[in-house]
């Protein structure tokens, strides 16, 4: 099983702008056949999706952060950001990563995956 790794969490102030990163303990040959995510979860709420993308670089934005994050994929680092410009109060959350390889069909039917391997998690907290 691939192991994930977040970093770049912390704090941030209204309008401001932080990095995730998201590194996976397997080798780049490999790495590329991921289609890799980010999704969050903020307390008493339930888990969602923040990005995800796919092989041949297709994404998907949840509704709530389309135009201010930005998902990319270094594949010879092994490693996914989650590029996050114009942060509001209610981006706070824990962001985890997501690794999956079955088909992006199968993936996008479902908001949140119920298979792939996940990260531990990292605290982003955003203040006015």
């Known amino acids: 099983q691939v192991k994930l790794v977040e970093t770049g969490g912390g704090l941030a102030q209204v309008g401001g702008s932080l990095r995730l990163s998201c590194t996976a303990n397997?080798?780049?040959?490999?790495?590329?056949?991921?289609?890799m995510g980010w999704y969050r979860q903020a307390p008493d709420k339930e888990r969602e999706l923040v990005a995800r993308?796919?092989?041949?670089?297709?994404?998907d934005y949840g509704d709530s952060v389309k135009g201010r994050f930005t998902i990319s994929r270094d594949n010879s680092k092994s490693t996914v950001y989650l590029q996050m410009d114009g942060l509001k109060v209610e981006d706070t959350a824990v962001y985890y990563c997501?690794?999956?390889?079955?088909?992006?069909?199968?993936?996008?039917?479902?908001?949140?995956?119920?298979?792939?391997?996940w990260g531990q998690g990292i605290q982003v907290t955003v203040s006015s």
């Open positions: 397997t080798a780049p040959s490999l790495f590329t056949a991921y289609h």
């Open positions: 997501h690794a999956d390889m079955r088909p992006p069909a199968k993936i996008r039917e479902e908001q949140v995956p119920q298979f792939g391997q």
């Open positions: 993308t796919f092989y041949r670089d297709s994404t």
